[in-house]
């Protein structure tokens, strides 16, 4: 089958739309994600397509929509639910937290959650409050789930081929500001992104550049200027928070001895951070100068005018790269 040039809006598309057809336990629900399409329309044209007992809206009432889906995981379905906007998704935690995660480990084993929660990620389109939150590491801290980011349109279908098919519950993070950014070259096939390992954008001689979402292209504009200046730069895309590919991350720092790490998330207590103390855990000594967190501020993500100096570009990454450097 020939490759399409898709956007991620239309790869992850194709993916539900493959899963669904393949296999009739997967149901996709959540607000306006059947007659609509979901707000960004990733889930448009399912519903014609496999009926409203496969696709369909529901109330607002994120509890209620992550509850069920847990009912639905246990009894033999595939639900893949979504929460509109990844501020939302607070008023499901207890269900998230208490009960999807926590099932393995509950019943020894008995049961699993084979389930999906589809969330539209972070900033990046001037979007109103509860809209643009970047919650990877609250996510991540959770035992029991799983947690990703695609960065791509090929990773993003292959990933969420693997993500269905999942035994346990699966956080899947869509960076809203890459759904229609670009497009890339998708095989129609069926082909898997395994959950858990990243991928070497580019290689590098003196810098790795540790990203995921969109921080990855910022990453990649960064490299580019720090090329012009002399400087190599190996870039990683992370894809998965939860598990965190370990070996990946120890491989690529120890090649150049200095990282740079880019996260859209507040800084403290982020996934910058737990990163940073994996290396240092097990390269202490091997590093040539100390890891650099280019990340969002402390604070709630501003509104309109003020998102842009909150968000991290190629510029601060450049930075970065340039002080590990000893350029700056």
Do not use: W
């Not at 059947?34 to 448009?44: I, K, L, S």
């Amino acid at each position: 089958m020939a490759n399409q040039a898709l956007t991620l809006v239309a790869s992850l598309n194709l993916a539900l739309k493959q899963e669904m057809a393949k296999d009739k336990t997967v149901v996709l629900y959540g607000e306006d994600v059947g007659f609509e399409g979901g707000v960004f329309r990733v889930t448009e044209g399912l519903q014609k397509l496999y009926g409203k007992d496969r696709c369909f809206d529901v109330p607002l009432a994120e509890a209620g929509i992550i509850g069920t889906a847990i009912g639905m995981a246990i009894n033999g379905m595939k639900p893949v639910v979504e929460m509109q906007f990844d501020g939302f998704f607070m008023e499901g935690v207890p269900q998230m937290v208490d009960h999807a995660s926590r099932m393995r480990n509950r019943s020894r084993g008995a049961f699993s959650v084979p389930m999906v929660v589809r969330m539209p990620f972070a900033g990046g389109i001037k979007a109103l409050e509860h809209h643009s939150e970047s919650m990877e590491a609250f996510f991540g801290h959770i035992p029991g789930l799983k947690v990703v980011v695609p960065s791509t349109p090929f990773d993003a279908k292959g990933m969420m081929i693997s993500a269905i098919r999942d035994p346990d519950p699966v956080i899947f993070l869509e960076p809203k500001r890459l759904y229609r950014a670009f497009k890339q070259e998708v095989p129609e096939e069926e082909y898997f992104v395994p959950l858990g390992k990243a991928s070497l954008i580019q290689d590098g001689t003196d810098v790795t550049l540790f990203a995921y979402g969109s921080m990855v292209r910022e990453c990649q504009k960064a490299a580019i200027e720090a090329q012009k200046m002399g400087i190599s730069c190996m870039v990683v895309d992370l894809r998965s928070i939860s598990p965190l590919d370990r070996d990946a991350i120890l491989y690529a720092a120890e090649k150049t001895g200095r990282v740079v790490i880019a996260q859209e998330a507040a800084r403290t207590f982020g996934t910058a951070a737990e990163i940073s103390m994996i290396i240092y855990e097990h390269l202490y000594g091997k590093l040539k100068t100390p890891v650099e967190r280019v990340t969002g501020f402390d604070i709630a993500m501003p509104l309109l005018k003020g998102e842009d100096m909150y968000l991290v570009d190629s510029f601060r990454i450049l930075e970065g790269i340039k002080k590990v450097m000893g350029k700056a």
